[in-house]
Every structure is written in structure tokens, then in C-alpha cells.
């Protein structure tokens, strides 16, 4: 990673305009040829490597949810009170980690953040992958989950419906919800793309199955005027609710009484980490995306920049949230609660993880500060790494902290994982980088359509500007 | 193709250069000549485009409240029924009719709903997915969706296809050809 951003503006240049969106020289046609030939183009041998090693964790994967279904939970390291562990740790960090591209997609395009059309589709992607990850911590942490259909209201033989008042029962609501609309969004603003797939296929199978998933789109003005506005209420939608479903997960603990959990703090905080676990994700996977498939014409440094500054002011913000806890704590003079954050998460058995988890969330993002490293390709992508590991530890400390010791000092225990815990985590891993090594293969990575429409916009400022500069343009 | 397909259910399709020119002969050959179903193609929303066509406000928000508002009343009837009526359970002599206990599955349906709302109305209101189109008997118009401007005319009786052509021309067509529906 040789590479480093460009930091400095040519001379004459007011460092108040934004900088450039889209590389100037690209028009309509460059574009297609830029934006589709990574889908035309047969993979290379990195693509290759890539994905032999996520078909590795994807086995990783299959063998520990095997063993878990043929064993049972208890080839987990769960225990009594460690009712929860790896697998809610897991569940709540890929969940967060998909937030960050429903907010990308969604509250940029409600702001008209132009910036965003070109990182949003990966985004997306990313956040359907994830939730599909998280979604299998909670099914198999039923332990049965082909019986994971009655959480669902359906008119059982047993003659009983779920318990909605409890916020186990929302959050499948909540997940279910989200997937399901954040697909719906995903395929929306990928139709118009899969279009220009089907008209510029090389070949009739191409043809064929592009067309059946363009649904016969053919940019006709009649269609935009209704996909405008319907693309725009789906935005709308998904802000309130990317809120509200890190809100419900954070209600799981929340409406807890264990101390550590029950803080009415969690809801703001559990949304702020999951933006910044989520834009760090964003920027661990664009990265490297945006070297190989040639897109650093469309996602520019200003891009990376952009992310980096969400990164820090959410980090700053869940640093204000482990500062509140304590206070609160201090503050209530309860001694359960007193216990749990001033001993047993700082110098308890896991305070290598706190110490981790404080490294990681509270002092990494403040590097941001720094243009030089807001810019610095090869620093940004290991912070967005070390923010990952801090957001997991984050998740980690908050679930087994509070369980191993609660109230009572006869019920107390440690955990530990076991090779299963670790498999599926790190299986999960490999089933996510499978999907999203196929969604590069197979998608464009960048919405097209949106990007020549910015593409228009600018040179239209770009005209209207007449003595600015050429590279300026959006406001 | 020549010009002198007779065929009544026909489309006249011309490309222009760019998207203000396209825009631009909309609106012209509506306003002007007085067309009537015209469509315009294009790879990205046209800026005035639906303007240029005289299309009525989009019916999809309509579409997305009936949705949410549905979502609701389901959720809140489901609720209500399942836990307080027909298998009310009881947890630490909790309320059994709950209201701030709804909120959180209101609010999920509520969404989910207005989403479905959005997405089959977008659908419908497009007749969509729609596998055939007479266009594509058109291979240049292909470009449509990747870096091509078109615009389509109907055909009607009372004009002659040479007027038709010769005003698509005018207005700055690079090319006019017709295309049929008869595979329709």
C-alpha cells in the first residue's frame, strides 16, 4: 500500500470549496466502460486468492454450525450466568456494523450529500451481508432454530402467541424489518444498473439473466418519475429506522436489570458505535475495493476524507457514552453498578479487553484530528481495523462483564470461548467476505446511473462557474 | 428501416446528443405539436424531464401512506388481540393492554409496510416487471441505459410519418426509425 492520498490543493485554490466528486476527464460512455468492466472482466488471480480464503472461513462456518446442531449449545462456552456470550457479542457487532451503509445511503441522500453516490451501493451491500451474519447468532442461539419460525405470530397448533412486550420479540421485528427493507432499497437503486448490464451483456446467458433481474427497465421518463420520489420515501424510511433498530438492540440489555446494562444511555450510544463500527467496516473494505476494481476516479480522497470525520465524531461520541456510564454509575451510589465499572471492567478478570476496548474507541479516532491522517490511506485503513477489534471488545465487555459477576457474589463465573465460538465468529467472517466477493463479481460496486447524473450536475456548476476551475463543482 | 411502415401500433424512436436536447424537443413536440403519450429514455433521471412529458404528480406516496397506515393498525390490532385477548400473559402483574410496550413492533410494521407499499406501487405504477417491450426490436436502443437519449412518439392516424420524422429531425435528432408492436 504505496499509496497516499494527494494533501495538497494546486495554488489558488480556495481550501473552503469542496474538492472534486468525479475525476473531470469521464463522460457517459467512459463511465460505463469504468464503473462495468470489473463485472465484464474476468477476475484475476486476486479475486481468486480472496476468495479460496473466505470459502476457508465459509467451511470454518458450516463445520461449527454442524457441530452446534448436532452437539447442542453446550458445545459453546455459555454457562450459568454467561447466558449469552460470543453469540450476542456477535450478533450486536455485526448489526452495528451494518449501520453504516443504510446512514450512507440513506440520511446522505435525505441531506444531499452528493459525495455519497458513489460508495453507497457498496454500502448497502455491505449492510445486507452483515445483518445476514448477525441474523445467525440469535437462531442458533435458540439452540433449536428450526423452530426459530415461532417467534413469529402465525397461527400455531399450540394456541399461544409470542410475548410482545419483550424486547426479544422486537428485535426480531426490528431485524427482520431491516433486512427486509434495506433489501428492498438495495435492489431499487440497483434496477437502473442492472439494466445497462443487460444492454452492453457480451453474451446471451448474461442477456438473459440480467434481464430477468432488471424486470425489463428501460429508463423510460414515466418510470424515473415514480422511482424518484419512491427512492427517496425508501431513503426516508430507513433513517428512523436504522435508529430504531440498534435502539431495540440496546433495549435488550437495557430493559435488563443486570448492572452494567440496565442504563438509559444505551439507545444513543448503541446507534453512535454502530456508525462508527459501521464507517470503519466501509472504509476496511473500500480500501482495497477501490485500488483493484479502478474506482479511484469515482471514490475519491474526499471520500475516504469524509468517512474519516464521521469516524471521528462518532468515536467521540461513544467515548461520551463510557464516560456517562461511569458517572452514572459514581452518581447513582449504587454499589452493584459502582462495582461493575470502576472494578470489575477496569481491573476485573477481563480488563485486558476494557484496556483493549479504550485503545481502540476512544484514543485511535482522536488521530482523525490530523488531516495528514485523515488523508494517509495506509493509516486510515488500520485504524478502521483497530476500530473494528475495539467495537467487538466493546461489545464484549458490556455482555460478560455484567454477567460474570452480577449480584451475587455465589453465582459468579467465568467464560471463556471454546474452538466452536471462535469457528463461528470467524466463520461468519468468511461467510461475509464470500458474499461480498460474489456482489463484486457480479454488480456494478458503484450506482452508475447516480454517478453520471452527478457527473451532469457538476459540469453543469462547472459551466455555470465559468471562471472557477475545472476540477470544482458541486457545492 | 424506411419510414413507410404503415403499421398503426408503431413508435417513432429518435436519439439526441444530449439530455437537454432531449428535454428540450419533449417538451417542444408536446407543447408545440401537440403529442400525446410520448416517453422519454434515458440512462439517469432527466432534470425537467417530467415536466417535459406534462406527467401528473407521482401517485407513489399515496401509495406508501395507505402502506404505513395499514402496517399500523395491523400491528396495534395484532398486539392488542393476541397478548391482551386471546392468550393474555402475564408477567409480574405487568399491564396486559400495554401501549408504550407497542411501540417499538409499530413502528417496525409500520415501515415494513410503507417499504412494500413503495416498492410493489413503483412497480405497478410502471408495469413492471414487463419482459417484452416493442423498443427492443430497436438494437441501437439499447444505449438507453448506459449513454443514449431517446425519446418515443406514438403513431397517430391523422399525421403522415414523414411530418413525424421531419420534426424529430428539426428538433435535433441524430436518428428516427419506427419500430412496431406487432410481437406484442
Known sequence: MAETAATHLPPGVDPLEPRMLVAPHHDDASLNETLLDHVWRKPGKGWFLLFGIALVGLGMFLVAVTMTLARGIGVWGNNQPNGWAFDIVNFVWWVGIGHAGTLISAILLLFQQKWRTSINRFAEAMTIFAVICAGQFPLLHTGRPWFAFWLLPYPSTLGAWPQFRSPLDWDVFAVSTYFTVSLLFWYVGLIPDLAALRDSSPGKIQRVVYGLFSLGWRGSGRHWHNYKIGYLLLAGLSTPLVLSVHTIVSFDFATGLIPGWHATIFPPYFVAGAVFSGFAMVITLIVPARKYLNLRDVITDRHLENMNKVILATGLIVSYGYMMEHFIAWYSGSEYEIWTFYVNRARGPYWQVYWLMIACNVITPNIFWFRKCRTSIPIMWVASIVVNIGMWCERFIIIVTSLTQDFLPSSWDLYSPTWVDWCLYIGTLGLFSTLFLLFLKFVPAVAISEVKELQLELKHAAHHAAHGHDTHGAH | ?184
Open chain 2, 1 to 184: 428501416m424506411s419510414a413507410d411502415s404503415k403499421v398503426l401500433d408503431s413508435w417513432f424512436l429518435a436519439e439526441f446528443a444530449t439530455p437537454e436536447a432531449l428535454v428540450d424537443a419533449t417538451r417542444q413536440m408536446r407543447e408545440k405539436y401537440g403529442y400525446e403519450g410520448m416517453d422519454t429514455y434515458s440512462p439517469y433521471p432527466l432534470h425537467g424531464g417530467s415536466e417535459a412529458l406534462g406527467l401528473p404528480p407521482s401517485r407513489v406516496p399515496f401509495i406508501a401512506l395507505g402502506g404505513a397506515l395499514t402496517g399500523m393498525a395491523t400491528a396495534i390490532a395484532m398486539m392488542a388481540y393476541m397478548n391482551g385477548y386471546d392468550y393474555p400473559i402475564n408477567v409480574g402483574g405487568r399491564p396486559i393492554y400495554s401501549l408504550p410496550a407497542y411501540v417499538p413492533i409499530t413502528f417496525e410494521l409500520t415501515v415494513l409496510f410503507a417499504a412494500f407499499g413503495i416498492f410493489f406501487g413503483l412497480l405497478g405504477l410502471s408495469r413492471l416487471p414487463q419482459p417484452y417491450h416493442p423498443v427492443y426490436e430497436h438494437e441501437a436502443f439499447r444505449t438507453a441505459t448506459t449513454h443514449g437519449y431517446w425519446l418515443s412518439v406514438p403513431k397517430t392516424v391523422s399525421v403522415q410519418a414523414d411530418t413525424i420524422m421531419e420534426q424529430l429531425k428539426s428538433l435535433g435528432a441524430t436518428q428516427v426509425t419506427v419500430v412496431t408492436g406487432e410481437k406484442e
